[in-house]
């Protein structure tokens, strides 16, 4: 009975700690906006990296959590980096995939991108799109410094991480130790 008991403690352990039911994809972002801002009635650029990290439900496809973390420099110069957990919708039609993101208040991506079987680190390949390419819509919103107030659009690349994607899966890490790791490289490299 005691050995029953402890049995079950264990599994309980390990269905609270597991990582998902299904797949970590981590994607690199990359995008240009131009847009006005409309505290100095200027036009700027402000160039951005980030990462969508998402964790997929095997059995439906469903997205079970996500990440939007993006990166760059400030209108000073200063290495800056948010994060935000924004509403995602994931569509599959035929051999395509379309994300559409309402990030934060005032941010919107849309992409799109064609599926193939990639080696994402599980014992089969999983049907996911490489790349994704798109538009990157902000209204009355900031990016990345906090004294501007910008209106525009730019374009969107989003290409899979296969060296992150697959070291998540083979680990099997949580979405969250991804999102750690992912920050740590991010703050020794100066960003704050």
Same mark, same amino acid.
């Given at each position: ?34 847009? @006005? ?5 200027? $036009? @700027? ?26 990166? !760059? ?14 509403? $995602?919708?994931?569509?599959?039609? !035929? ?98």
């Amino acid at each position: 009975m005691k050995a029953l008991k402890v049995l079950l403690v264990v599994l309980a352990m390990l269905a609270v700690t597991a990582p998902s039911f299904g797949y970590i994809l981590v994607y690199n972002a990359f995008g240009r906006i131009k847009a @006005v801002d409309s505290e100095t009635d200027t $036009l @700027v650029g402000v160039a951005m990296r980030g990462y969508l990290i998402m964790d997929i439900n095997d059995a439906d496809g469903e997205v079970n959590d996500i990440y939007w973390l993006t990166y !760059g420099k400030d209108s000073e110069g200063t290495k800056v980096y948010t994060l935000s957990v924004p509403d $995602l919708q994931l569509s599959v039609n !035929g051999k395509y995939q379309t994300i559409y993101m309402n990030i934060d208040e005032g941010w919107f991506v849309t992409v799109l991108g064609k599926q193939a079987a990639k080696n994402i680190g599980l014992a089969e390949r999983e049907l996911v799109a490489y790349t994704m390419s798109g538009y990157f819509i902000i209204y009355d919103s900031v990016v990345f410094d906090m004294t501007q107030l910008l209106r525009g659009a730019g374009t969107m690349v989003v290409t899979l991480n296969s060296t992150k994607t697959q070291a998540a899966n083979a680990a099997p890490d949580a979405i969250d130790d991804v999102l750690d790791d992912v920050i740590t490289v991010l703050v020794a490299a100066g960003y704050n």
